[in-house]
């Protein structure tokens, strides 16, 4: 499909643009919206280990930026790990803004080789709506 071709591409891209000074270990992602949007990102490392970040939250920020939309299909890339999983962090972070049936596609260098979906990879999460429950406690 042409836009997941795509969608590969730019995570596979971005994955090129990574400062992964630290762990020498580039990750990509991107992220399509239902409007055929590419939002990409690449891990940031910085010598203060802990405020380094991950390549879904860069791409996360662009999405922001952009005005968001509705996220269809997530692609992952690392070219020293095969079908590289996001982190709980940034599971927790891709649930907030895709809904849980968005595609999860885990890569090699050469294109998508699984693929499952946001809900799968973070099941019992933590969600917004226990915020309007407060007086259940
Ligand atoms: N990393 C990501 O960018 N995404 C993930 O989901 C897993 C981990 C990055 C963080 C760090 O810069 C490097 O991979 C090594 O942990």
Redesign the pocket.
């Known amino acids: 499909m042409a836009n997941l071709d795509a969608l590969f591409q730019a995570a596979k891209g971005a994955m090129e643009k990574a400062r992964?000074t630290y762990?020498q270990?580039p990750?990509g992602?991107a992220l399509l919206t239902q409007e055929g949007d590419i939002f990409a990102g690449?891990?940031i490392?910085v010598i203060s280990y802990p405020e380094?970040?991950?390549?879904?939250t860069t791409a996360l920020s662009h999405y922001v930026m952009a005005g968001g939309g509705k996220i269809t299909d997530i692609c992952?890339i690392?070219e020293k790990k095969d079908l590289?999983?996001?982190?709980g962090g940034?599971r927790q972070r891709l649930a907030e803004f895709a809904p849980p049936d968005a595609k999860l596609h885990l890569c090699t260098m050469d294109g998508i080789a699984e693929t499952t979906s946001v809900g799968a990879l973070l099941p019992l999460g933590f969600e917004a709506e226990v915020l309007s429950n407060k007086s259940q406690n």
């Open positions: 992964a762990s270990f990750v992602a690449a891990n490392e380094g970040w991950c390549a879904e992952v690392a590289c999983t996001p982190c940034c």
